[in-house]
């Protein structure tokens, strides 16, 4: 990674069988220990009526009592580093950035309030993709036309796409084999400019997610009926 550039994480606190885990604060530990200056920390806000938004306030309303309040999580951060250093920027020109946009969809505040993806969306049966719009934000304001964007999670394949449409060259990295085809179809080789180079390399390591994600939450509801 070259010196001055930015590390961008889309990421949240996790709850897990009644424990919250602090998963923002140990990133910024993390990195700063790695020699990262951390940046900044958005807000990515969901519109509160959104179905995925988990309702954990309904526990009050069973149990109206005080410590049975759990609020409905709406946001996730958006957590911005640099590497220390300075950098020469290339095609500046064409990295411009359009102002009047810029303005009109308030991308100044550090409150972004951007629709996810809904859930009816093709692509949310396999994970919980983000939408284009967000990648989109965040490639225009933290990345230069013909730099290179990696993506260490890629999922379906949302950053990767982007990344492409902008100009800018992707390198992705997805664990789960049953993504694979998905990734395939929303980044095909051929393109309306020509042919651009697209590579699919799949390691010894790589895994089929989904079932073995199913048979563990299945063996989790068997013990919680046994208990």
């Known amino acids: 990674m070259e ?11 996790v709850r ?12 910024i530990k993390i990195m700063q220990d790695l020699g ?27 149990h109206p009592y005080p410590l049975y309040f759990y609020p409905d999580n709406i946001y996730e951060d958006i957590v911005i580093f640099k590497k220390q250093g300075n950098f020469t920027p290339r095609n500046k020109e064409e990295s411009k950035i359009d102002i009047t946009k810029f303005q009109r969809e308030k991308w100044y505040s550090n409150v972004w309030e951007i629709t996810n993806v809904l859930p009816n969306n ?25 730099d290179v964007v990696l993506d260490p999670f890629t999922g379906t394949g949302t950053t990767l796409k982007v990344a492409r449409e902008m100009g800018r060259n992707a390198v992705g990295y997805e664990i789960d084999l049953e993504l694979k085809d998905v990734i ?16 699919f390399l799949e390691r010894e390591d790589a895994k089929r997610l989904s079932p073995n994600m199913r048979a563990k939450i299945n063996e989790k509801l068997e013990n919680k009926k046994v208990s």
């Open 3 to 13: 010196k001055g550039r930015a590390a961008v994480f889309v990421t949240a606190d």
């Open 16 to 27: 897990i069988d009644g424990v919250l885990y602090p998963i923002v604060a140990d990133l």
């Open 36 to 62: 990262f200056k951390y940046q900044e920390r958005i807000i990515w806000k969901k519109p509160e009526g959104y179905i995925r938004i988990s309702r954990r306030s309904g526990v009050l309303i069973q």
């Open 122 to 146: 093709k692509l949310s049966k396999f994970t919980a993709p983000f939408p284009e719009d967000l990648a989109r934000r965040i490639i225009t304001l933290y990345s230069y036309v013909g």
């Open 184 to 199: 395939k179809e929303r980044i095909p080789v051929s393109t309306l400019f020509g042919e651009e180079k697209v590579q």
